[in-house]
């Protein structure tokens, strides 16, 4: 589960709150059945601010314990009293499979981005949303990609319900073998949408749908739903 959470910064973004969560999500999808974590830390400053999230995947194909950790940590530097702000991020991880005699690993390449944020709240923050477009440079991939980037969260019903979500397309070659089938993809899309119902400001149970596109090894469009619960600290 790939997590692009500025969902953070934009519910407290105005606020002055240092934002942080832990996640446990259970996978549904095809070929999947395994539970996710993820930690997240947003702390804004007089400068803009700063996010991070982990993702840990566990139990994969009968592999026990952590199978893959992923993270992204973005800076953001306001520009001026504007909506808009200046974007530097970094993401990487690296994951290992079961294997004879010895388990397998590998390395998801890391990328640096850098780009603008516009960011927009309404005046109670119950609503709002971002866009983002960024240069990305994939190492030992692309010298030269970019991402597109929106991300969006709403407050219903006295704030005991909360859609949230982000949606990525970006940037990357990837290659897809099937038998004596050989495909070569140029991009990537990937949306994440998430309901919560937040039984109190701590304690939150709800769904993710992970929609992909060429996404995770996996060619053309795959969904895969989750089951979920969210501690806010």
């Not at 400053?45 to 992204?72: P, Q, R």
């Not at 640096?112 to 609503?127: C, E, H, P, R, T």
């Not at 495909?183 to 109190?200: D, H």
Request: proline fraction near 3%.
């Amino acid at each position: 589960m790939k997590k692009s959470y500025l969902l953070v910064i934009l519910s407290f973004l105005m606020t002055g709150i240092i934002a942080q969560n832990v996640q446990l999500h259970y996978d549904f999808g095809k070929d999947r059945k395994f539970p996710t974590t993820t930690v997240e830390m947003f702390k804004p400053d007089k400068w803009g601010s700063t996010f991070f999230f982990v993702d840990m995947d566990y139990n994969v194909n009968d592999l026990k314990g952590v199978n893959m950790a992923y993270w992204e940590i973005a800076r953001a530097i306001n520009i001026g009293k504007t909506p808009f702000a200046f974007h530097a991020e970094y993401n990487g991880g690296f994951g290992q499979f079961k294997a004879d005699p010895f388990n397998g690993a590998y390395q998801i390449n890391g990328a640096w981005l850098a780009g603008v944020d516009y960011i927009y709240n309404n005046a109670d923050f119950s609503k709002g949303f971002t866009i983002q477009v960024l240069y990305k440079n994939i190492r030992d991939k692309h010298d030269a990609a970019f991402q597109l980037t929106g991300v969006w969260y709403m407050h219903m019903l006295n704030k005991k319900i909360t859609f949230s979500g982000f949606a990525d397309f970006w940037r990357e070659d990837n290659v897809f073998v099937d038998g004596e089938s050989i495909e070569e993809t140029k991009f990537v899309f990937l949306t994440e949408p998430q309901l919560w119902y937040n039984f109190t400001e701590n304690i939150s149970l709800g769904t993710e749908i992970e929609i992909g596109s060429n996404f995770g090894g996996v060619k053309g469009v795959a969904v895969n739903p989750t089951i979920g619960a969210k501690w806010t600290f």
